[in-house]
């Protein structure tokens, strides 16, 4: 079985990009997740689905933090 690909920073914008029904590329020159237009139903379902792939982020977390930048950060420490 092949080990699941590293969880990258390209990943990362991908996954956000995809619940917002953007291409990687549009969210360039965003980073407030809220004016990007994540709400709290997105965010529970981007923290459920990288828990499923291993990366142990929490909700609140994510909310107290206010960019993508600041939620990069604590994942890529925790990677």
Same mark, same amino acid.
């Given at each position: 079985?092949?080990?699941?690909?590293?969880?990258?920073?390209?990943?990362?914008?991908?996954?956000?990009?995809?619940?917002?029904?953007?291409?990687? +590329?549009?969210?360039?020159?965003?980073?407030?997740?809220?004016?990007?237009?994540?709400?709290?139903?997105?965010?529970?379902?981007?923290?459920?689905?990288?828990?499923?792939?291993?990366?142990?982020?929490?909700?609140?977390?994510?909310?107290?933090?206010?960019?993508?930048? +600041?939620?990069?950060?604590?994942? +890529?420490?925790?990677?």
């Amino acid at each position: 079985m092949n080990a699941p690909a590293p969880f990258t920073r390209a990943a990362f914008d991908a996954d956000i990009a995809a619940l917002l029904h953007l291409a990687p +590329a549009e969210l360039a020159g965003q980073d407030d997740p809220l004016d990007a237009g994540l709400d709290s139903v997105r965010l529970m379902m981007l923290v459920e689905n990288w828990r499923r792939r291993g990366i142990e982020v929490g909700f609140v977390e994510l909310v107290e933090r206010r960019s993508f930048a +600041a939620w990069w950060s604590l994942i +890529a420490a925790r990677l």
